[in-house]
């Protein structure tokens, strides 16, 4: 009977972590998830996301940046509190200037907050890192909470079309149609395998990436989810079978 229910609590756990390891980041050499803390707000450019924006009233003091919105804090005290998760950069709080996501499951992409003056213009999606092709998920008139899928099981970037300026900005800034040295996206780690991406579609730049910001989470593969069925079937027959 133990052993049974070790077993049952093994599958349940490999399937969990099967799915969160669904996606994977791939960038510069030197590069890796950082930590940060809440006392880095101080919108001073580093890490490079921390910038002051100029969206809002004086009364917020311009803290609308990535970092407010991911810790429901300044002016955007009172909403979510997602807490502090990793930022994919450089250990400096320097940006990594390209990289893309390995994946091996489709993806699930939700619309958070778009704050720009860009906002009804401006268009997101993915390319493929091996042709270049790019697929639009969201447009300026989708509004949040709207969804969308990644279908792909290999290698793609994000990119950010501003079609007022005429530029097109991607994880891999080498490809930019413009300001090939800035990097227009942050990515910040979540513990279930998902990801947040927070985009900055100017040029020069307030650095505050809230113009656009996805919530990604991996869709775990069928034989994933027939595991976790199967383990909770199991888990199910084992506890009728020695109920008193």
């Given at each position: 009977?133990?052993?049974?229910?070790?077993?049952?609590?093994?599958?349940?756990?490999?399937?969990?972590?099967?799915?969160?390891?669904?996606?994977?980041?791939?960038?510069?050499?030197?590069?890796?998830?950082?930590?940060?803390?809440?006392?880095?707000?101080?919108?001073?450019?580093?890490?490079?996301?921390?910038?002051?924006?100029?969206d809002?009233?004086?009364s917020?003091?311009?803290?609308?940046?990535?970092?407010?919105?991911?810790?429901?804090?300044?002016?955007?005290?009172?909403?979510?509190?997602?807490?502090?998760?990793?930022?994919?950069?450089?250990?400096?709080?320097?940006?990594?200037?390209?990289?893309?996501?390995?994946?091996?499951?489709?993806?699930?992409?939700?619309?958070?907050?778009?704050?720009?003056?860009?906002?009804?213009?401006?268009?997101?999606?993915?390319?493929?890192?091996?042709?270049?092709?790019?697929?639009?998920?969201?447009?300026?008139?989708?509004?949040?909470?709207?969804?969308?899928?990644?279908t792909?099981n290999?290698?793609?970037?994000?990119?950010?079309?501003?079609?007022?300026?005429?530029?097109?900005?991607?994880?891999e800034?080498?490809?930019?149609?413009?300001?090939?040295?800035?990097?227009?996206?942050?990515?910040?780690?979540?513990?279930?395998?998902?990801?947040?991406?927070?985009?900055?579609?100017?040029?020069?730049?307030?650095?505050?990436?809230?113009?656009?910001?996805?919530?990604?989470?991996?869709?775990?593969e069928?034989?994933t989810?027939?595991?976790?069925?199967?383990?909770?079937?199991?888990?199910?027959?084992?506890?009728?079978?020695?109920?008193?």
């Amino acid at each position: 009977m133990r052993k049974l229910l070790i077993t049952l609590i093994a599958l349940l756990f490999f399937a969990s972590t099967a799915s969160a390891a669904l996606l994977s980041i791939n960038g510069t050499t030197g590069a890796d998830f950082q930590t940060w803390v809440t006392s880095d707000l101080s919108q001073n450019g580093t890490p490079y996301w921390d910038g002051r924006s100029s969206d809002g009233q004086p009364s917020d003091e311009g803290k609308l940046n990535i970092g407010y919105y991911l810790t429901g804090s300044g002016a955007f005290s009172g909403d979510t509190d997602y807490g502090t998760p990793q930022y994919w950069g450089m250990g400096t709080g320097a940006a990594d200037q390209n990289f893309y996501v390995g994946s091996s499951s489709a993806s699930e992409v939700t619309l958070n907050i778009e704050i720009a003056g860009y906002a009804n213009s401006n268009a997101f999606g993915w390319y493929d890192i091996g042709t270049g092709a790019k697929h639009q998920l969201f447009s300026g008139p989708d509004s949040y909470g709207e969804t969308a899928t990644i279908t792909v099981n290999s290698n793609f970037g994000f990119y950010l079309d501003v079609t007022t300026t005429r530029n097109t900005y991607y994880t891999e800034s080498s490809l930019n149609s413009s300001a090939p040295d800035l990097q227009h996206f942050a990515l910040f780690s979540e513990a279930d395998g998902g990801f947040w991406v927070a985009s900055e579609d100017l040029s020069l730049g307030d650095a505050d990436y809230n113009d656009l910001v996805v919530h990604v989470t991996p869709v775990p593969e069928p034989s994933t989810l027939l595991l976790l069925g199967g383990g909770l079937l199991g888990l199910a027959g084992f506890r009728r079978k020695f109920k008193v």
